[in-house]
């Protein structure tokens, strides 16, 4: 086989020419873009890193967060059920305390309703006993009683300070008996009156139906004499201190 060295020579002269148009007007460029090519595709990966190293940053914050509002809604429930727990023993304790008021006030109102009633029935006894005895005293009056009581209603006039009977003659002298005074028992009372006083007295001789025996001299609001109601009202103010000074019954 026989070779064609002007052939040979031809292609090596055409292959260096090419070589030599390449590295002159593509290599550069191609260098220069493979370059940039390789310059953008680090520049990505640095902003790829940089993007999942930021995406790792903002996982584990929101994961710190997370972890936090956990921290805190723990702390606030834990929070909320001592507030309960402490309200409810609040509300536990006013409502006991409410009831012991009302029962305290249920024993009050009970023991002053049975003080009352007890009272009452007390005060219409006394009522009835001092009725009786007006009652049997009106009835065992009779002429010799009033005849005595007039003695000593004399005895009275008799013996009372002279300073009492002016003060009394100060105004209208009033003389109260059970029955009719004769005038003979009027006149020895003025006369007694006038005695002691040395002066002219002027007295008012009245019945008094509510009294069962006795006399009574009465003037200025004041009163001296001698009657039933003198025995009753000293029973009465005795029945009254006993009422008020009687023991505290226990409310069971």
């Known amino acids: 086989m026989l070779i064609d060295w002007f052939t040979v020579a031809a292609q090596i002269v055409n292959f260096v020419l090419l070589v030599w148009l390449l590295k002159r007007f593509l290599w550069e460029r191609l260098v220069r873009a493979i370059d940039d090519h390789e310059q953008r595709i680090a ?26 509002m956990e921290r805190v809604r723990l702390e606030t429930m834990a929070q909320a059920q001592r507030e309960a727990d402490e309200r409810r023993h ?12 009302l029962e305290a006030r249920w024993h009050q109102d009970l023991e002053r309703e049975q003080a009352a009633f007890l009272a009452e029935v007390r005060r219409r006894a006394a009522t009835e006993i001092l009725t009786i005895v ?3 005293l009106a009835d065992l009056a009779c002429t010799d009683v009033q005849h005595c009581a007039v003695e000593v209603f004399l005895e009275k006039l008799q ?7 002016r003060d009394l003659a100060s105004g209208d002298i009033t003389v109260q008996s059970a029955t009719e005074l004769p005038e003979e028992t009027q006149r020895r009372i003025q006369s ?13 001789f009245k019945r008094a139906p509510a009294m069962a025996w006795g006399l009574e001299l009465r003037s200025n609001g004041r009163r001296i004499g001698w009657t039933s109601d003198s025995y009753l009202e000293s029973l009465e103010d005795k029945l009254r201190e006993a009422l008020e000074h009687r023991p505290r019954v226990p409310v069971g």
């Open 192 to 204: 007694v009156l006038e005695a002691r006083l040395q002066t002219p007295v002027n007295a008012q």
């Open 159 to 165: 013996t009372v300070e002279v300073a009492t009977l």
């Open 43 to 68: 520049h990505r990966l640095a902003e790829a890193d940089e993007k999942n190293k930021e995406a790792e940053r903002q996982v584990e914050e929101m994961r710190s967060r997370a972890a936090e």
């Open 134 to 136: 007006r009652r049997a």
């Open 90 to 101: 609040e509300l536990v304790q006013e409502a006991r305390e409410g009831v012991q008021k």
